[in-house]
């Protein structure tokens, strides 16, 4: 199969009219987009180690490049968190969440998601699938979480989305990329965050 055709495939499937507009995706070098591929390799996030260029080999990266690879590298970054079954969905399934409309309705970027569970259930299930979890504004054991608020990868550095969950009445939400700034903002709209690293989430 070509390059050209395999591209097309995944546009077709992961588009990337839905990424963000400041985004980096797509090819990350100018290759021949004629050569034959046999062989797909995918990575979360690609070093110049693992570029070890093989003859008919594309690299699918999720997060984009900072260097030219010489294997020809397709990169599937925010419209992967957008789409409707990608990323978002996929941490939902984990949390065991029930996925009920887009978090950004601007964007399309996180989802809102029942739970209806105390928060030493939901914790629980967190502690039980991700090594590294920060909580900010933790309430007690027995206190009933019904809604919540997921982003894959990011989210907790946006305190435009620390608001949004505020607005939304979410009782938690649950990201990665946690600052200070957005802890700070939390506490004082009395919000829950729970931070699962950028990669885990």
């Not at 062989?39 to 070890?52: E, G, R």
């Not at 080999?57 to 925010?78: D, G, K, M, V």
């Not at 990323?87 to 950004?104: R, S, T, W």
């Not at 809102?112 to 699938?129: A, G, P, Q, T, Y």
Request: aromatic content about 6%; overall charge negative.
């Amino acid at each position: 199969m070509k390059l050209n055709e395999i591209i097309e495939f995944l546009d077709k499937k992961i588009s990337r009219d839905l990424a963000l507009s400041n985004d980096t995706i797509g090819l990350m070098g100018d290759y021949d987009l004629n050569q034959e591929i046999s062989s797909i390799k995918i990575f979360m996030d690609l070093y110049p180690k693992d570029d070890n260029y093989k003859e008919n080999t594309l690299i699918i990266t999720h997060h984009p490049t900072l260097f030219t690879p010489n294997t020809p590298t397709f990169t599937i970054h925010s419209n992967w968190d957008i789409i409707e079954g990608g990323a978002n969905e996929a941490l939902a399934d984990k949390l065991k969440l029930k996925v009920v409309e887009p978090f950004d309705k601007n964007t399309n970027i996180g989802r809102i998601c029942e739970c209806n569970r105390n928060f030493s259930e939901l914790k629980e299930i967190i502690l039980n699938n991700f090594s590294e979890v920060n909580i900010v504004n933790k309430p007690e054991n027995n206190t009933l979480i019904k809604n919540v608020g997921i982003i894959s990868g990011f989210g907790l550095k946006n305190p435009e989305y620390i608001k949004l969950a505020k607005e939304n009445n979410l009782d938690l939400l649950i990201s990665g990329d946690l600052t200070q700034e957005s802890a700070i903002l939390a506490i004082n709209l009395n919000l829950t965050l729970i931070d699962l690293g950028h990669h885990s989430s």
